[in-house]
């Protein structure tokens, strides 16, 4: 079973960053097409962005020009920093793996981390 593991989220002011980050300890996790979703408050999970194992990028429109997706495979670890926050960006913030070469539909990633929490304050 391949666990996941997010960190980096916490409370930010309006228009500040934070660098979300997500680790395991599979080796297949450099090959693999790697997401971060968001869930708000009432909302259903989104896609944010992805890095495919080839190294593309996809972000959703609300991402793009202040979220960049980044991937170390040295260490097993995907980033998502997020630039520009807005309080509408306020969810808890998901991790997840799949063996798609690339999709945003949340039901093809197999494997998920137990997500952080990111609120961004007025």
């Known amino acids: 079973q391949v666990q996941l593991v997010e960190s980096g989220g916490g409370l930010v002011q309006a228009g500040g960053s934070l660098r979300l980050s997500c680790t395991t300890s599979?080796?297949?996790?450099?090959?693999?097409?790697v997401g971060w979703f968001r869930q708000g408050p009432g909302k259903e999970r989104e896609f944010v962005a992805a890095v495919t194992r080839t190294g593309a990028t996809h972000y959703a429109d609300a991402a793009k020009g202040r979220f960049i997706i980044s991937r170390d495979s040295a260490k097993n670890t995907v980033y998502l920093q997020m630039n520009s926050l807005k309080p509408e960006d306020t969810a808890v913030y998901y991790c997840?793996?799949?063996?798609?070469?690339?999709?945003?539909?949340?039901?093809?990633?197999?494997?998920w981390g137990q997500g952080t929490q990111v609120t961004v304050s007025t």
């Open positions: 997840a793996a799949s063996r798609h070469a690339w999709t945003e539909d949340k039901r093809q990633y197999e494997y």
């Open positions: 599979e080796r297949s996790f450099s090959s693999a097409l």
